[in-house]
């Protein structure tokens, strides 16, 4: 029962250095997001995938990007890390459609990925 | 503006007791829905529950609960009987329908409870 599963768990890079962050769900669900998240602000949507095939900006995109493998994958690249990149990772996955079905669907988190950037 | 406000960085409460934790929100959508996440020391995110825009009745999973006024624009989670499990950070969240695109959930900054003996 793995749910949304996160890759490394840990990682320390040297500024500069680049690196991707893999994110897998096994729940077959539509959309996947990338977060981060920093002391006193919570989390931010940094780039999101509504189905296979999609991309979308969210609030803090710039020095990221990322590729959504097919449905079950979705990676975070950082190019040239930099120490503002320093933050916990999150990965998060749901169900998407519209129409009252899908409204309550909540995101599922996977376990997040500490990233410091030294 | 913000789209979501927690106004309490940090919570005390007794074991035992009830706790509210407060969020407002801003969104001009007419379809929206609110959800509260946990997310305990060991940092992982622990959805509790949902309340939508149209939903005529307040919202309630065990010992969680909303107090949604949809007036206010606020949905505050309510936690009966705190336990000392119950400490950790909690985020509001909120999901716009139509100019929200996809799924995307715009997060509070979180209170941090703490259930004291």
């Known amino acids: 029962n793995a749910g949304v599963t996160q890759t490394p768990k840990f990682q320390v890079l040297k500024t500069g250095q680049s690196m991707t962050l893999q994110c897998a769900q096994d729940?077959?669900?539509?959309?996947m997001y990338w977060y981060r998240q920093d002391p006193g602000m919570g989390l931010r949507l940094i780039y999101y995938?509504?189905?296979?095939?999609?991309?979308d900006k969210g609030e803090v995109p710039n020095g990221y990007n990322v590729s959504r493998l097919n449905k079950r994958e979705f990676s975070l690249r950082l190019e040239s890390a930099a120490p503002s990149q320093t933050s916990v990772y999150f990965c998060?996955?749901?169900?998407?459609?519209?129409?009252?079905?899908?409204?309550?669907?909540?995101?599922?988190f996977g376990d997040g990925t500490r990233l410091s950037i030294l | 503006a913000q789209k979501i406000t927690q106004t309490q960085p940090g919570m005390f409460v007794q074991e035992k007791e009830a706790v509210t934790l407060d969020c407002t929100y801003d969104t001009s959508d007419p379809s929206y829905g609110l959800f509260w996440y946990k997310q305990p020391s060991s940092g992982e995110m622990i959805f509790l529950i949902y309340q939508g825009s149209y939903d005529q009745q307040n919202a309630t999973e065990g010992r969680y609960s909303l107090n949604f006024q949809k007036a206010r624009k606020s949905a505050n989670l309510v936690i009966s009987a705190s336990q000392l499990g119950d400490s950790a950070m909690y985020f509001c969240a909120m999901r716009e329908f139509y100019t929200g695109g996809g799924n995307k959930l715009t997060f509070g900054t979180g209170t941090q409870l703490k259930v004291e003996l």
């Open positions: 729940m077959n669900h539509n959309s």
């Open positions: 995938s509504a189905s296979e095939g999609t991309t």
């Open positions: 998060a996955s749901s169900d998407y459609g519209t129409g009252v079905t899908y409204s309550n669907q909540p995101q599922h």
